[in-house]
């Protein structure tokens, strides 16, 4: 603890004297000293070797009571206690669980009574370590203190190696959570804070996270030995013994090369969210320096992706081989521990009870009968040869209290065993691996969960639909989160038609996602009751009204009439879409009226009818396939209606062309959805109409002509169920019909298409006859017998239609 001032970077030797060795003295959970430092033997009298393995207590002896009323006033704040103190002797019996300091004067051999200042703190973590003791001679301190100097207990509590006038502060807190990752630098900065002012030595910052000791044990820093050495030599003077002890001196740079370690370990883990790679980056930063082999092991939730495993590992647990690296030849483990390999591991084992503790375990040298027990695991492989001998240290991998993993480390025979001091560096070790894995893995869940909403949300539309050829592309943004509001939709409509639709919600994320759930459902809904384009966006706008006010949403929606070859369109705020003519392979983005965003409100929609040929191709896309940052959109729509017009093999291939001439110009965040269709129209002979007068009599003559129709298009296998079901609809329309002739209509395409239109805007519905009812049965005939059936209203009344696959030829 120095109490001088530092000038020009060097320490002033009033900043060496002021230096007081301490006694630092380790107990473990018996109450045994397992570690007894050089200051210990100069304080207390006993040598190292006497020192270790014997109760504390007894190294300790009491020769009575510090007088009430003593010389040294200011370390009064303690109090007078009757030897050691309630306290002392409370944390060496192991009933006292927080730091604590306090005063006692002991019988030293060779020396009169010693008053002595001592501090006892709680020690947390995996070892068996559980009190460090620290003492200094009070002594010491009154011959090192100024003239009326105050000798509080802020100057002289123990720091481990962190002083009062320490220069570089700012660096250390900034370098903090380099060492302990799952710091914030504003944590390090306020431990390295409360150290620096206050004193003590942070044991514990948070209720989860631990911060493994280390302590100076009483060791000058080595650039002030080097200086003090020099100094010495130069002026003749003798050196302290603390100054010349080499095997603190090994002792500090053991430790410093632990820490040094460690913080290496943390540069080279965690470069990516990638979870393949972070399990890579894991294994191999600690081979070969800290182990000869490293076997990664992890939960198969999170080997899947899945959400945060639940409960506690037991025998039924699976664990999934994700890494093995090692030192040994090439080859030589991979066919006995394959990576990828699942298995649990049985209750004797060291990894069971790694995996259930939380712990680390630590073998100094595997046996033959243990590594019996554990080749016993791997059916008709050997692998004894592999792991006996050896030591092996198994660590889990933790990230909120919870085991999603562990790591096997192995060294060869020939070289030193894994010590207690291995373990705690270990524990360091998959502590900050477990927060880098737990940070991939989220990312990796999240990812997942946002794909697959994303995917859930955006429909399976099947590349053949009535007189046209669909094409689709979905790309994610490339923003963390991935989930847009971006979306395409194809709608079977009556009349062999199909409602093609692209739609962008303004805003990335899960609420824009959401959005584009609810849009996208009631343009379906509304797209099946055949509102016209333009009354369809009127009513999307005044849904998204009533939602809230943040709700803005750019749509396109046409309705292809592959009879009459023509696109009926309306447009709400988004990019025209380009028409490619099959004719001459020009392309040309279509003028629209834009209209304004879905969720605007008050705005009216227009609608307009192209005429279309058969091969030509519509191209409907969102804005972020052709806008970039910092470019205009024209360059960007330029590029689209050329690359929609570069000649394709299939409609997929179209796409790609697309989506390659437009994704490689950088700057594309925003999510894409792409529709191409491919506008192949029905041929006039694949399609018959007939006028049936509104008498009774015609109902045979619509059976009749429905009959000779089939017959032509050589479906004579659908004659028989065609008549029943075109003769229960037309019954009905005659019957319900008010003034005009039902129309009927036969469409030969993917399947045989019948429609009933007449002029009684009420639709029917399936109703469950009964035994004596007189009517109900017709659609329920038409149900059981039909691929497909519905109902529509028209503006002029309503059409009933039905569908039967056709035979295979």
């Known amino acids: 603890m120095d109490r001088g001032t530092e000038r020009d970077g060097a320490v002033t030797e009033h900043a060496a004297v002021g230096r007081v060795p301490l006694a630092v003295v380790v107990v473990d959970r018996e109450g045994l000293v397992s570690h007894w430092s050089s200051g210990a033997r100069r304080l207390f009298g006993a040598v190292k070797e006497e020192a270790i393995g014997r109760p504390a207590v007894d190294l300790l002896p009491v020769s009575g009571a510090l007088p009430e009323e003593d010389d040294l006033t200011p370390y009064g704040a303690y109090g007078a206690y009757d030897g050691l103190g309630h306290d002392l002797e409370s944390s060496l019996d192991g009933r006292l669980f927080y730091p604590a300091a306090g005063r006692a004067r002991l019988t030293v051999p060779d020396r009169d009574r010693v008053d002595v200042l001592w501090w006892a703190y709680p020690l947390v973590g995996p070892g068996p370590e559980r009190l460090l003791v620290l003492g200094a001679d009070v002594g010491a301190l009154q011959q090192g203190s100024e003239p009326d100097e105050p000798t509080g207990f802020e100057r002289v509590a123990p720091a481990f190696a962190l002083h009062t006038d320490f220069p570089g502060a700012e660096e250390l807190a900034r370098r903090l959570p380099e060492i302990l990752p799952s710091m914030s630098v504003e944590e390090g900065a306020r431990i390295v804070g409360q150290v620096l002012e206050l004193g003590y030595p942070v044991l514990e910052f948070s209720q989860n996270d631990r911060v493994p000791v280390t302590p100076d044990w009483g060791v000058p820093r080595r650039v002030e030995r080097r200086a003090r050495r020099e100094r010495a030599a130069a002026e003749g003077l003798p050196l302290p013994q603390e100054y010349t002890d080499d095997g603190e001196d090994l002792e500090y740079a053991a430790v410093r090369e632990r820490l040094e370690f460690l913080n290496e370990v943390s540069g080279r883990i965690g470069t990516s969210l990638d979870l393949a790679r972070t399990i890579i980056e894991v294994s191999k930063a600690v081979v070969p320096r800290f182990t000869d082999v490293a076997g990664t092991y992890l939960r198969e939730q999170v080997v899947a992706g899945e959400g945060f495993p639940e409960g506690v590992p037991d025998t039924t647990t699976m664990w999934h081989r994700v890494a093995v690296e090692h030192t040994d030849e090439p080859g030589r483990w991979d066919d006995v521990v394959p990576v990828g390999e699942a298995m649990p591991f049985p209750a004797h084992t060291p990894f069971f009870q790694c995996m259930t503790s939380g712990e680390p375990v630590l073998v100094p040298r595997i046996s033959e009968q243990m590594g019996h027990a554990i080749a016993s695991q791997f059916e008709k492989r050997d692998i004894r040869p592999l792991i006996t001998g050896r030591s092996m240290l198994v660590v889990p991998l933790k990230a909120r209290q919870v085991v999603l993993g562990f790591m096997i480390l192995l060294r060869h025979p020939e070289r030193v065993e894994f010590n207690d001091m291995d373990r705690v560096t270990g524990a360091e070790l998959a502590a900050r691996a477990g927060l880098v894995l737990d940070n991939a893995r989220m990312y990796t869940y999240q990812e997942s969960v946002a794909e697959t ?228 129209g029905i041929e006039p002979d694949d399609v018959a109409e007939w006028r049936i007068d509104l008498d009774p009599r015609q109902i045979g003559r619509a059976r009749a002509v429905v009959r000779e129709q089939l017959h032509e298009w050589g479906l004579s296998r659908l004659v028989h169920t065609a008549e029943l079901l075109v003769g229960e609809l037309v019954t009905n329309a005659v019957r319900h019909s008010h003034s005009r002739p039902v129309a009927l209509r036969l469409v030969r395409g993917d399947t045989l298409l019948c429609e009933v239109d007449d002029d009684d805007h009420e639709l029917p519905t399936l109703l469950n006859a009964g035994p004596g009812d007189e009517a109900g049965r017709g659609l329920r005939v038409v149900s059981t017998l039909a691929r497909e059936w519905g109902t529509s209203r028209t503006s002029a009344g309503k059409t009933v239609w039905f569908e039967l696959t056709l035979p295979r030829r």
């Open 453 to 680: 909403l994303q995917d859930s949300m955006l429909p399976h539309i099947p590349p053949h639909m009535a007189g046209c050829d669909i094409a689709t592309r979905y790309l994610p943004g490339t923003l963390l989160g991935r989930v847009g509001g971006d979306w395409f939709d194809s709608v079977k409509l009556p009349g062999a038609r199909t409602a093609l639709v692209v739609g962008d919600v303004m805003g990335h994320g899960l609420n824009s996602a959401a959005m584009m759930g609810q849009l996208r459902t009631a343009v379906q809904t509304m797209a099946a009751l055949d509102l016209p384009p333009a009354q369809l966006l009127r009513n999307l706008d005044d849904l998204a009204q009533r939602l809230g006010d943040t709700y803005l949403a750019t749509c396109l929606y046409a309705v292809y009439d592959p009879i009459a070859s023509e696109l009926h369109l309306a447009n709400a705020g988004h990019i025209p879409p380009v028409l490619v003519r099959a004719e001459d392979g020009r392309s040309e983005l279509l003028d629209l009226p834009t209209g304004a965003p879905i969720g605007v409100g008050g705005v009216p929609f227009e609608a307009v009818r192209v005429r279309v040929e058969p091969g030509d191709r519509i191209v409907m896309c969102t804005d972020g396939l052709v806008e970039v940052r910092g470019e205009d959109i024209g360059v960007g729509l330029a590029t689209l209606c050329e690359s929609a017009a570069h000649p394709a093999a299939s409609m997929d291939d179209a796409c790609d062309t697309i989506i390659r001439a437009l994704n490689t110009r950088g700057g594309r965040k925003d999510d894409v959805a792409l529709l191409m269709a491919r506008l192949n």
